[in-house]
């Protein structure tokens, strides 16, 4: 079996954000960047699956500019065979737009399971599985916290939902979102670092795909969030009960 | 205008979020249709006819409807949006509405809006982006909107109306062969972490598993969700479902309380919303303290049992 794995570069889940002065987004630049910690999952999920010898090969797919070849290189340092960039003028693209491109790759690669993140943390859309499962018109399995191959091909997957974990069988191919109780990550090892940069990475012009990218969707503009008004220290247990029954009121 | 909600249900009841995102619509027009799908869902749609601000309810009742399977609602969608005009799609941002909408959105070559939690105009909405930690404000140049709504962010709708109830016959309408294996509730007799009114959540400074028990008499009294900070989930204190923060569980309670945790950027992204945050922490330059209404600074091994013995 072969999977197609996809990785989005975003903003590393431990730096503060900053929104830009001119409130047209969130500074990207001198900021750290690392693999969207969802699709890290998902990386990690489809090397497992290579262990046990389910699956024999590994793609890492990622749309970006050329930065985004980091991004893959971790995944390939993570397990992945080879990578494929798509690679964009850097930028920002629609979910439905990020579907349509990973379809044209998936027709060309032809892959029995597609593995990506439940979301981004950066634009956090959640879309991205579900459209392109869409757009293969096959089976998706979003949310996925177990995932089992079974003897017949199909695949069984446990899904976090709300009020608890909802397990459905799907057939091949099929499009699996990662949720965080999936698995751990691992880290990779120096020498499957050094493994991976003589790993290969085709890279592709977006523009060459014949897909019309087109902006749906308009950023007016990016603010904080409403600040939270200053808190105030108590000195004991006696004080933080009474302040929480009576000025805050909530127990 | 005119806006087609997607209720989610269980067949026996409406789940609160489908209350949300109908205030969420009316905030749009006036002109608000539900769609409910699914099979023997009589006492589901008895309740939602009671929902204000609602001019019709489309029933679709049909065996293999039963369970939410993405695929088979939105093919009975699309066969319904076929005989009818609607400019606004909306679906609670639950993981109901997140797993169906996109697939909606797909079909009719829309880009979806996804969780918002305010609503401009029309066409224009504010989502929040990187957790919470900023708010975009977007404009659909769609000619349907399809949006999930964020139900924290809109009070339930008032329930004193009696809405009309058309069933919607799709039966050539495609069942996908996906199989429903089925769904193991919760147990916990805590609520949903997501849902919850007041949450207690440890960190690193529980030192480790054992002692997360003296958060649970708390949690007994005020009748909260118990939930983690990534450290102690990292420290295997507890498991990766009591995660709260950026990669975890985003939530908004009426009170969170965090106990030894230190405040963490991934942290406060995940509980900004909350409408109260009292923190208690050894350390007083713990950042937790800048984002808490309340702060104490004490040693919590000290402080637990007599605040659960005060409570």
Known sequence: MKALVCVKRVIDYNVKI????????????NVKMSMNPFDEIAVEEAVKMKESGIINEIIILSIGADTSQETIRTGLAMGGDRGILIKTDGQD???????????????????????????????????????????????????????????????????????????????LPCVITTDLRLNEPRYASLPNIMKAKQKKIETLDVNDLSIKLDKRVQTIEVNDPPSRKPGVMVNDVDSLIEKLKNEAKVI | MKILIIVEHNNDSVKPSTYSTITAASKISNKIDALM??????????????????????KINKKGLENPIAENFSNHILDFLKNNDYSHILTPSSTFGKNLSPKIATELDVQQISDIISIIDSDTFERPIYAGNAIAK????????????????????????????????????????????????????????????????????????????????????????????????DAGFVPNDWQVGQTGKIVAPDLYVAVGISGAIQHIAGIKDSKFIASINKDEEAPIFNFSDYGLVADLFEILPELEKKL
């Open chain 1, 18 to 29: 900053r929104v830009k002065m001119d409130k047209s987004g969130v500074e990207t630049d």
């Open chain 1, 93 to 171: 693209l629609d979910p439905l737009n990020i579907g349509k491109i990973i379809k044209v790759v998936s027709e060309k690669e032809n892959p029995d399971l597609i593995i990506l993140g439940k979301q981004a943390i950066d634009d956090d859309c959640n879309q991205t599985g579900q459209i392109l499962a869409t757009l293969l018109n096959c089976h998706q399995a979003t949310f996925a916290s177990k995932v089992e191959v079974n003897s017949d091909k199909s695949i069984s997957v446990t899904r976090e939902v709300d009020g608890g974990l909802e397990t459905i069988k799907v057939s």
């Open chain 2, 37 to 58: 799908i699914g099979y023997n869902n009589d006492s589901a749609i008895d309740e939602l006819k009671k929902s204000d601000h609602l001019n019709k309810i489309f």
């Open chain 2, 138 to 233: 977007v404009k659909s140049l769609d000619k349907v909107k399809v949006l999930t709504v964020r139900p924290t962010c809109f009070e339930p709708c008032g329930l004193s109306s009696n809405v009309e109830v058309e069933t919607v016959i799709l039966d050539n309408t495609e069942v996908s062969t996906i199989s429903y294996e089925g769904l193991d509730e919760s147990k916990s007799d805590r609520p949903e972490l997501t849902s919850a009114k007041v949450i207690i959540s440890g960190g690193r400074g529980m030192q480790n598993g054992d002692n997360f028990k003296l958060l649970e008499g708390i949690a007994d009294k005020l009748g909260a969700a118990m939930g983690a900070s990534r450290a102690a989930v």
